[in-house]
Nanobody, 115 residues
Framework: VQLVESGGGLVQPGGSLRLSCAAS????????MSWYRQAPGKERELVAG????????NYLDSVKGRFTISRDNANSTVYLRMNSLKPEDTAVYYC?????????WGQGTQVTVSS
């Protein structure tokens, strides 16, 4: 099982990034997918989640209207489009797959928002 995140980096405030998470080794279309983040000295928090068919999404209040989660079941990939980035969005972003008692995590990708 692998979840491989990509797309992180350094961006100025107000900028945009798109994170990708490529999954392999399990039946991606059966798993709900989420993005979490963890900033230095803080607990990991749920940023966005998406249901197995993509019909339902949920977001952390502070990112609503700025971030969009989506998934491509044919290519076993989940995305997080991040617009209007703020310094407080700086964190390591992790991809998560969950189906009942099974849960998988990616290694994380760093997002730094700074001028």
């Amino acid at each position: 099982v692998q979840l491989v995140e990509s797309g992180g980096g350094l961006v100025q405030p107000g900028g945009s990034l798109r994170l990708s998470c490529a999954a392999s080794g399990f039946t991606f279309s059966r798993y709900s997918m989420s993005w979490y983040r963890q900033a230095p000295g803080k607990e990991r928090e749920l940023v966005a989640g998406i249901s197995i068919a993509g019909g339902r999404t949920n977001y952390l209040d502070s990112v609503k209207g700025r971030f969009t989660i989506s998934r491509d079941n044919a290519n076993s990939t989940v995305y997080l489009r991040m617009n209007s980035l703020k310094p407080e969005d700086t964190a390591v972003y992790y991809c998560n797959a969950r189906l009942f008692g099974n849960e998988y995590w990616g290694q994380g990708t760093q997002v730094t928002v700074s001028s």
